[in-house]
Protein backbone atom coordinates (compact mmCIF):
# COMPACT_ATOMS: atom_id res chain seq x y z
CA UNK A 1 0.00 0.00 0.00
CA UNK A 2 1.09 3.76 -0.82
CA UNK A 3 1.08 6.56 1.52
CA UNK A 4 -1.50 8.98 0.87
CA UNK A 5 -0.07 12.77 0.75
CA UNK A 6 -2.69 14.61 3.23
CA UNK A 7 -1.56 18.47 2.83
CA UNK A 8 -2.02 17.38 -1.66
CA UNK A 9 -5.17 15.74 -1.26
CA UNK A 10 -6.61 18.71 0.58
CA UNK A 11 -5.15 21.26 -1.64
CA UNK A 12 -6.63 19.40 -5.15
CA UNK A 13 -9.89 19.18 -2.88
CA UNK A 14 -9.93 22.38 -2.32
CA UNK A 15 -9.11 23.36 -5.89
CA UNK A 16 -12.17 21.81 -7.39
CA UNK A 17 -14.79 21.39 -4.66
CA UNK A 18 -14.53 24.72 -3.47
CA UNK A 19 -14.72 26.48 -7.19
CA UNK A 20 -17.55 23.77 -8.35
CA UNK A 21 -19.49 24.08 -5.30
CA UNK A 22 -19.81 27.30 -4.07
CA UNK A 23 -19.48 28.84 -7.36
CA UNK A 24 -21.90 26.49 -9.26
CA UNK A 25 -24.14 24.19 -6.72
CA UNK A 26 -23.75 20.43 -6.22
CA UNK A 27 -24.55 18.21 -8.96
CA UNK A 28 -23.09 20.23 -11.51
CA UNK A 29 -20.29 18.17 -12.21
CA UNK A 30 -21.22 14.54 -10.57
CA UNK A 31 -18.90 11.72 -11.69
CA UNK A 32 -15.91 14.91 -12.64
CA UNK A 33 -15.55 16.04 -9.48
CA UNK A 34 -13.80 12.63 -7.95
CA UNK A 35 -12.25 12.70 -11.76
CA UNK A 36 -11.06 16.29 -11.13
CA UNK A 37 -9.97 16.12 -7.61
CA UNK A 38 -7.51 12.90 -8.42
CA UNK A 39 -6.48 14.72 -11.91
CA UNK A 40 -4.93 17.52 -9.38
CA UNK A 41 -3.88 15.20 -6.81
CA UNK A 42 -2.04 13.17 -8.87
CA UNK A 43 -0.78 16.54 -10.81
CA UNK A 44 -1.16 19.56 -9.56
CA UNK A 45 0.49 21.62 -12.36
CA UNK A 46 -2.30 21.61 -15.37
CA UNK A 47 0.20 22.43 -17.79
CA UNK A 48 0.48 18.58 -17.66
CA UNK A 49 -3.60 17.76 -17.59
CA UNK A 50 -5.60 16.80 -21.39
CA UNK A 51 -2.82 16.51 -23.47
CA UNK A 52 -3.58 15.29 -27.13
CA UNK A 53 -1.34 12.03 -27.99
CA UNK A 54 -1.37 10.30 -30.67
CA UNK A 55 -5.16 11.18 -31.22
CA UNK A 56 -6.56 10.98 -27.74
CA UNK A 57 -6.37 13.02 -24.76
CA UNK A 58 -4.31 11.59 -21.94
CA UNK A 59 -6.14 13.08 -18.21
CA UNK A 60 -2.39 13.64 -17.30
CA UNK A 61 0.98 13.13 -19.28
CA UNK A 62 4.11 13.79 -17.91
CA UNK A 63 7.22 12.96 -19.36
CA UNK A 64 7.10 9.09 -20.95
CA UNK A 65 3.80 8.57 -18.52
CA UNK A 66 0.50 8.64 -18.89
CA UNK A 67 -2.33 8.71 -16.02
CA UNK A 68 -5.75 7.84 -16.60
CA UNK A 69 -8.41 8.32 -13.81
CA UNK A 70 -11.32 5.92 -14.82
CA UNK A 71 -14.48 6.25 -11.97
CA UNK A 72 -15.94 3.33 -13.83
CA UNK A 73 -16.87 1.78 -17.12
CA UNK A 74 -12.78 0.51 -18.37
CA UNK A 75 -14.31 -0.75 -21.81
CA UNK A 76 -14.31 3.08 -22.71
CA UNK A 77 -10.08 2.28 -22.35
CA UNK A 78 -9.13 -0.33 -24.53
CA UNK A 79 -8.99 1.94 -27.55
CA UNK A 80 -6.62 4.51 -25.13
CA UNK A 81 -4.86 1.61 -24.13
CA UNK A 82 -4.21 -0.18 -27.31
CA UNK A 83 -2.23 3.26 -28.78
CA UNK A 84 -0.50 4.35 -25.99
CA UNK A 85 0.57 1.37 -24.27
CA UNK A 86 2.45 1.12 -27.54
CA UNK A 87 4.49 4.38 -26.68
CA UNK A 88 4.28 4.78 -22.76
CA UNK A 89 4.10 4.00 -19.65
CA UNK A 90 0.24 4.26 -18.83
CA UNK A 91 -1.16 4.02 -14.94
CA UNK A 92 -4.84 3.69 -14.41
CA UNK A 93 -6.15 5.26 -11.50
CA UNK A 94 -9.33 3.68 -10.88
CA UNK A 95 -11.10 5.38 -7.43
CA UNK A 96 -12.92 2.96 -4.97
CA UNK A 97 -15.60 3.99 -2.25
CA UNK A 98 -14.60 2.67 1.42
CA UNK A 99 -17.42 3.98 2.70
CA UNK A 100 -19.74 6.71 1.78
CA UNK A 101 -22.04 9.40 3.68
CA UNK A 102 -25.39 9.96 2.51
CA UNK A 103 -27.00 13.62 2.07
CA UNK A 104 -30.48 13.65 0.56
CA UNK A 105 -30.95 16.81 -1.03
CA UNK A 106 -34.94 18.23 -1.71
CA UNK A 107 -35.01 19.63 -4.93
CA UNK A 108 -37.69 22.46 -4.22
CA UNK A 109 -36.18 23.87 -1.44
CA UNK A 110 -32.86 23.18 -1.74
CA UNK A 111 -32.87 21.62 1.59
CA UNK A 112 -29.82 18.87 2.63
CA UNK A 113 -29.80 16.44 4.58
CA UNK A 114 -27.68 15.82 7.63
CA UNK A 115 -24.94 13.05 6.83
CA UNK A 116 -25.66 9.60 7.24
CA UNK A 117 -23.28 7.02 7.27
CA UNK A 118 -23.77 3.76 4.59
CA UNK A 119 -23.58 0.50 6.78
CA UNK A 120 -21.29 -0.88 3.37
CA UNK A 121 -17.67 -0.92 3.27
CA UNK A 122 -16.22 -1.10 0.11
CA UNK A 123 -13.37 -3.40 -0.63
CA UNK A 124 -10.56 -3.12 -3.25
CA UNK A 125 -11.57 -6.86 -4.33
CA UNK A 126 -14.36 -5.34 -6.35
CA UNK A 127 -12.14 -3.77 -8.77
CA UNK A 128 -11.97 -6.97 -10.43
CA UNK A 129 -15.28 -5.91 -11.80
CA UNK A 130 -13.65 -3.03 -14.16
CA UNK A 131 -10.48 -5.14 -14.64
CA UNK A 132 -12.09 -7.43 -16.65
CA UNK A 133 -12.90 -5.15 -19.04
CA UNK A 134 -8.95 -4.68 -19.70
CA UNK A 135 -8.03 -8.21 -19.18
CA UNK A 136 -6.06 -8.65 -22.23
CA UNK A 137 -3.75 -5.67 -20.92
CA UNK A 138 -3.09 -6.61 -17.60
CA UNK A 139 -0.08 -8.24 -18.57
CA UNK A 140 1.53 -5.82 -20.87
CA UNK A 141 4.99 -4.23 -19.01
CA UNK A 142 3.58 -0.71 -19.33
CA UNK A 143 0.79 -0.72 -17.52
CA UNK A 144 0.11 -0.56 -14.00
CA UNK A 145 -3.06 -0.29 -12.37
CA UNK A 146 -3.84 1.97 -8.70
CA UNK A 147 -6.08 1.25 -6.49
CA UNK A 148 -7.47 4.52 -4.57
CA UNK A 149 -9.56 3.88 -1.42
CA UNK A 150 -11.39 6.96 -0.36
CA UNK A 151 -14.47 7.68 1.93
CA UNK A 152 -16.82 10.34 0.21
CA UNK A 153 -19.77 12.23 0.74
CA UNK A 154 -22.88 11.52 -1.88
CA UNK A 155 -25.56 13.56 -2.60
CA UNK A 156 -28.77 12.14 -3.76
CA UNK A 157 -31.86 13.88 -5.17
CA UNK A 158 -35.34 12.85 -3.40
CA UNK A 159 -36.81 12.16 -6.27
CA UNK A 160 -37.24 8.63 -6.55
CA UNK A 161 -41.03 6.59 -7.12
CA UNK A 162 -41.31 5.22 -3.26
CA UNK A 163 -43.01 6.69 -0.76
CA UNK A 164 -39.94 8.27 0.82
CA UNK A 165 -38.54 9.37 -2.73
CA UNK A 166 -35.46 7.42 -1.94
CA UNK A 167 -35.58 4.31 -4.45
CA UNK A 168 -34.84 4.97 -7.83
CA UNK A 169 -33.38 8.37 -6.87
CA UNK A 170 -30.69 10.27 -8.90
CA UNK A 171 -27.01 10.77 -7.90
CA UNK A 172 -25.69 14.09 -8.21
CA UNK A 173 -22.75 14.09 -7.26
CA UNK A 174 -19.63 12.27 -5.07
CA UNK A 175 -16.98 14.24 -3.58
CA UNK A 176 -13.87 12.15 -1.81
CA UNK A 177 -13.94 12.89 1.98
CA UNK A 178 -10.28 11.26 2.51
CA UNK A 179 -8.14 8.90 0.55
CA UNK A 180 -7.66 6.03 2.57
CA UNK A 181 -5.04 3.90 0.73
CA UNK A 182 -3.67 2.84 -2.23
CA UNK A 183 -2.71 -0.11 -4.07
CA UNK A 184 -0.30 0.03 -6.77
CA UNK A 185 -0.47 -3.48 -9.04
CA UNK A 186 2.05 -2.97 -11.49
CA UNK A 187 2.84 -6.81 -12.21
CA UNK A 188 1.36 -9.65 -12.11
CA UNK A 189 2.86 -10.66 -8.38
CA UNK A 190 1.43 -7.38 -7.33
CA UNK A 191 -1.89 -9.08 -7.53
CA UNK A 192 -1.11 -11.43 -4.80
CA UNK A 193 -2.24 -8.46 -2.68
CA UNK A 194 -5.77 -9.04 -4.21
CA UNK A 195 -5.54 -12.56 -2.19
CA UNK A 196 -7.55 -12.31 1.20
CA UNK A 197 -5.30 -13.57 3.72
CA UNK A 198 -7.76 -16.01 5.15
CA UNK A 199 -7.18 -18.18 1.77
CA UNK A 200 -5.15 -21.16 2.37
CA UNK A 201 -4.61 -24.26 0.25
CA UNK A 202 -7.25 -25.49 -2.02
CA UNK A 203 -10.20 -23.43 -2.77
CA UNK A 204 -13.16 -22.37 -4.77
CA UNK A 205 -14.63 -19.30 -5.84
CA UNK A 206 -17.64 -19.92 -3.46
CA UNK A 207 -14.23 -19.59 -0.71
CA UNK A 208 -13.53 -16.38 -2.60
CA UNK A 209 -16.22 -14.71 -2.27
CA UNK A 210 -17.04 -15.86 1.04
CA UNK A 211 -13.23 -13.52 2.24
CA UNK A 212 -13.76 -10.73 -0.08
CA UNK A 213 -17.29 -10.26 0.21
CA UNK A 214 -17.92 -10.76 -3.25
CA UNK A 215 -20.80 -12.59 -5.44
CA UNK A 216 -20.19 -15.83 -6.34
CA UNK A 217 -20.06 -14.56 -10.05
CA UNK A 218 -17.99 -11.79 -9.31
CA UNK A 219 -15.65 -14.00 -7.70
CA UNK A 220 -15.30 -16.25 -10.18
CA UNK A 221 -14.80 -13.09 -12.23
CA UNK A 222 -11.69 -12.42 -9.98
CA UNK A 223 -10.33 -15.87 -9.61
CA UNK A 224 -10.58 -15.94 -13.39
CA UNK A 225 -8.39 -12.73 -14.05
CA UNK A 226 -5.76 -13.99 -11.01
CA UNK A 227 -5.36 -17.27 -12.82
CA UNK A 228 -4.29 -15.40 -15.95
CA UNK A 229 -1.81 -13.81 -14.29
CA UNK A 230 -0.68 -17.19 -12.82
CA UNK A 231 -1.55 -15.82 -9.59
CA UNK A 232 -3.62 -19.05 -8.68
CA UNK A 233 -3.75 -22.40 -10.67
CA UNK A 234 -6.28 -24.99 -11.63
CA UNK A 235 -5.61 -27.93 -10.24
CA UNK A 236 -9.10 -29.73 -10.29
CA UNK A 237 -13.16 -29.55 -10.03
CA UNK A 238 -15.42 -30.87 -7.37
CA UNK A 239 -18.44 -31.40 -9.63
CA UNK A 240 -18.72 -28.01 -11.87
CA UNK A 241 -16.38 -26.31 -9.23
CA UNK A 242 -12.99 -25.07 -10.02
CA UNK A 243 -10.37 -25.86 -7.45
CA UNK A 244 -7.44 -23.17 -7.06
CA UNK A 245 -4.55 -22.78 -5.29
CA UNK A 246 -2.16 -19.72 -4.48
CA UNK A 247 0.64 -19.97 -7.25
CA UNK A 248 4.18 -19.67 -4.53
Known amino acids: MSK ?6 ENAKNKIVGHAHND ?10 VHGILKNYYEPNEDFHEVALNGYFADIFREDTVIEIQTRAFNKLRDKLEVFLNEYKVVVVYPMVRTKHLVWVDETTGELSAPRKSPKMGLPYE ?3 ELY ?8 ENLSIKLVMMDVMEYRSLNGYSKDRKKGSTRMDRVPIDLIYEIDLESPSDYMQMLPVELEGEFTSKDYGKYAKLSRGLASTALNILNYLGVVD ?7 AIIYSINE
Open 24 to 33: KGIGTLSEKT
Open 234 to 240: KVGKNGN
Open 133 to 140: KIKNYLKH
Open 127 to 129: AFF
Open 4 to 9: IDVVRF
